[in-house]
């Protein structure tokens, strides 16, 4: 096989382009990707790269500490980490959309501090990081109103507050993402003119495929598509860099990386089950869907935290 096809199918990014095109050719030819698909897409990139990638946020702190010279301890380290959990999940209960807000603005920071990677962490570049990261998350709610709306209402469980702010979003979608394009750019400008950084051409391309086709899939894959198969393949290629200082920094399958992840991806897993077998045992009047949503965003917060971090020292 030629070389430069074995090196793309080495590469996940590749993959999952690949596969995301192949789920979208299906569904014009079929007229519809049917819920079941759409559920079989988003579990297989949530269970293979995007849990798996913060499973191996212990590895992460292990080496930030070692680079400061502290001591590392995993049982501090996985009480910390439930402690951040449990303090989150108490403020989803009480203040379920102030929760959500500040869920997507550290979401927001956390993706456009990925896709960025690399950049100076002057003022500038971390606002356009930030500003990137809204964007994105922005243009994938967006492009699909019609089926992010009654989800932002289950989970906000129909707050008037929350229920205006989506609507006014909806019908100026246009116009708030042209307004954060502008402010990005300019940004980049005043930011560059400081301290010059070029992300790579073959990232933007991908990434800008990543895009382009999470526009036409539905919210769930597309989600799923730019999450997994995007962001989380990526940062596995940035951990691999920063634990193995002497690898390239490529998102590239790393077969024994992803290995080490599997012990607290397969407890993540098994909490996940085990909170469905009890919903569908004691709570099944329950709205399931908001407290999966907090399941995952309690998950994110400590891995945010992790992460940046790990670019702080990086940079």
Same mark, same amino acid.
């Given at each position: 096989m030629n070389t430069k096809w074995l090196a793309v199918l080495q590469t996940p990014s590749w993959i999952s382009i690949i596969l995301g095109a192949c789920l979208l050719i299906?569904? $014009?030819v079929q007229g519809e990707i049917?819920?079941?698909l $759409?559920?079989?897409f988003f579990c297989f990139f949530i269970l293979i790269s995007g849990i798996p990638h913060g499973a191996l946020d212990h590895l992460v702190a292990s080496e930030t500490a070692q680079r400061q010279k502290r001591v590392f301890k995993l049982p501090w380290f996985m009480v910390e980490y439930l402690l951040s959990m449990a303090a989150y999940a108490v403020a989803w209960f009480l203040f379920p959309t102030l929760s959500l807000f500040f869920f997507l603005l550290i979401a927001a920071w956390h993706f456009g501090e990925s896709d960025l990677e690399g950049a100076p962490s002057t003022f500038g570049w971390n606002a356009a990081k930030f500003l990137f990261g809204a964007w994105v998350l922005a243009f994938i709610l967006l492009a699909h109103p019609l089926e992010t709306g009654p989800l932002w209402a289950r989970?906000? $469980?129909n707050e008037s507050l929350a229920s205006l702010l989506w609507e006014s979003s909806r019908k100026h979608s246009l116009l708030i993402l042209g307004l954060i394009g502008v402010a990005f750019f300019l940004l980049v400008f005043f930011a560059y003119r400081q301290s010059v950084f070029l992300p790579k051409q073959k990232h933007l391309l991908q990434l800008t495929l990543v895009l382009l &086709?999470?526009?036409f899939l539905p919210l769930l894959p597309a989600f799923a598509l730019y999450f997994g198969g995007w962001h989380a393949v990526n940062t596995f290629g940035h951990i691999n860099q920063y634990i193995n200082q002497s690898a390239p920094l490529k998102s590239k399958i790393? &077969?024994?990386l992803w &290995?080490?992840? &599997?012990?607290f991806t397969a407890m993540a897993a098994g909490f996940l089950g085990l909170a469905f077998w009890f919903w569908q045992t004691f709570l099944h009047t329950w709205d399931p869907l908001p407290l999966v949503f907090i399941f995952l965003s309690l998950i994110t917060l400590p891995h945010l935290r992790v992460?940046?971090?790990m670019n702080e020292r990086v940079g």
């Open positions: 299906w569904g $014009q049917s819920p079941v $759409q559920n079989l989970i906000t $469980q &086709l999470s526009y790393n &077969l024994r &290995l080490k992840s &599997l012990p992460m940046h971090r």
